[in-house]
């Protein structure tokens, strides 16, 4: 079962998500801080490269599973050209309606 993006919680993660899912990268960077960063499975990442590589570039979506934590957790299933789908994890944390960091990795 999933959750619908215009169901979640948080705005700017419900903004997140629905901009991954419609491959629209300029509303993507549009609600991330300016000095935003991120992780994947524990290691940090330079953020644009990592989202034009694993979101943008292979036509990444997702599927969300489940929320907590207010909206700021994520369990989805995460599908891209590149390696298919997974489960994956996702941690945000807001501030000021924008996101300055995320972090996944598989769940």
């Not at 919680?9 to 935003?36: C, H, I, K, M, Q």
Request: charged share 25%.
């Amino acid at each position: 079962m999933t959750i619908a993006p215009t169901k979640l919680s948080d705005p700017a993660v419900r903004a997140f998500v629905t901009a991954v899912n419609a491959g629209d990268r300029e509303a993507f960077f549009a609600l991330l801080a300016a000095d935003a960063t991120m992780s994947d499975d524990g290691s940090e990442r330079d953020l644009a490269d990592w989202v034009d590589r694993e979101i943008f570039g292979p036509n990444g979506r997702m599927a969300v599973q489940t929320e907590s934590h207010g909206g700021h957790a994520l369990v989805a299933e995460f599908t891209n050209e590149t390696w298919g789908t997974m489960r994956t994890a996702w941690r945000f944390t807001v501030d000021g309606g924008k996101i300055r960091r995320f972090e996944t990795g598989q769940a």
